[in-house]
C-alpha cells in the first residue's frame, strides 16, 4: 500500500520549521540557519558528489526513493500571497526543480498547471488534506506520497491523521520566534513508534512510523 511520508523536515530545539514572514531574500522566513549544516544537494541520493558518505547524507538521500507526487504548502512554492499577480513566477527552484514528480501546491487561488522539461509539473488545487491526498494519489502513479511542508501543511496532514511515516531533523539551535511543527499536536506521538539517531554533525534524526490503525 502506497504511504503518505515526510522526509528530511528540520525542526529547531525549540520546536520551529520555519520563520513567520516569507520573503525573496528570506524563503524560510527567517530560519534559513536550521539548513547551515546541509546545501540541499543530498536530495538528490548518494551518487550525486564525490564526497563520503556519512549518516547525513545516507538517511537524507530517502527523500526521492518511491515517492510519486509532493503536496506543499503555497509558501513552500513562493513568497507571494493573495491572488497570482506574477504568472512569470514559477518557483524557488529555476527551471530544474529538483521534484521531478508532480507537485500539489495547496492554494486558496487557482493557477494552471507548471510544467518542466525534467518531469517536474506543479498544480495549485484548494482542498481539505483529505481531498488533496485523493488528488494526489490519481498523480502519484500508486508510488508514496510525500507532504513536503512547510510546517502548516504537515500539521493539518497529522491533525488528519494521513500520515504514515515522519523522518524530523532536529537541528541544536533555538530561534525563539516562528512557526512551530507542534502548535494543537498534544499526544500526537502516541500514534507513532519512533527511533533517533545522532550523528556526527550534531543533529538527530527522528523516525517516526504509523502504528497500525484499528
Known amino acids: 500500500m502506497a504511504r503518505v511520508r515526510v522526509h528530511n523536515f528540520f525542526v529547531s530545539l525549540d520546536g520551529y520549521s520555519a520563520g513567520e514572514t516569507i520573503t525573496l531574500d528570506q524563503p524560510i522566513g527567517g530560519a534559513e540557519r536550521l539548513f547551515a549544516r546541509f546545501d540541499g544537494r543530498f536530495i538528490h541520493g548518494l551518487d550525486v558528489m564525490d564526497e563520503p558518505i556519512t549518516l547525513d547524507r545516507a538517511l537524507t538521500s530517502t527523500w526521492g526513493q518511491g515517492i510519486g507526487v509532493e503536496i506543499m504548502g503555497r509558501g513552500k512554492f513562493g513568497p507571494q500571497t493573495g491572488e497570482w499577480t506574477d504568472e512569470d513566477w514559477r518557483g524557488w527552484w529555476g527551471d530544474e526543480p529538483p521534484f521531478r514528480t508532480p507537485v500539489v501546491v495547496l492554494t486558496h487561488h487557482q493557477r494552471a498547471p507548471i510544467h518542466f522539461d525534467n518531469g517536474t509539473s506543479f498544480h495549485f488545487l484548494d482542498a481539505t488534506p483529505e481531498d488533496a491526498l485523493a488528488y494526489a494519489q490519481g498523480l502519484a502513479d500508486g508510488r508514496d506520497v510525500r507532504i513536503g511542508g512547510g510546517p502548516s501543511t504537515v500539521r ?59
Open 156 to 214: 493539518q496532514f497529522l491533525a488528519a491523521d494521513l500520515i504514515d511515516f515522519m523522518h524530523l531533523v532536529t537541528v541544536p539551535i533555538t530561534l525563539g520566534a516562528g512557526v512551530s511543527l507542534w502548535d494543537g499536536q498534544a499526544e500526537v506521538q502516541d500514534r507513532f513508534t519512533i527511533e533517533s539517531a545522532t550523528s556526527a554533525s550534531g543533529v538527530i534524526h527522528h523516525f517516526w512510523n504509523r502504528t497500525i490503525r484499528d
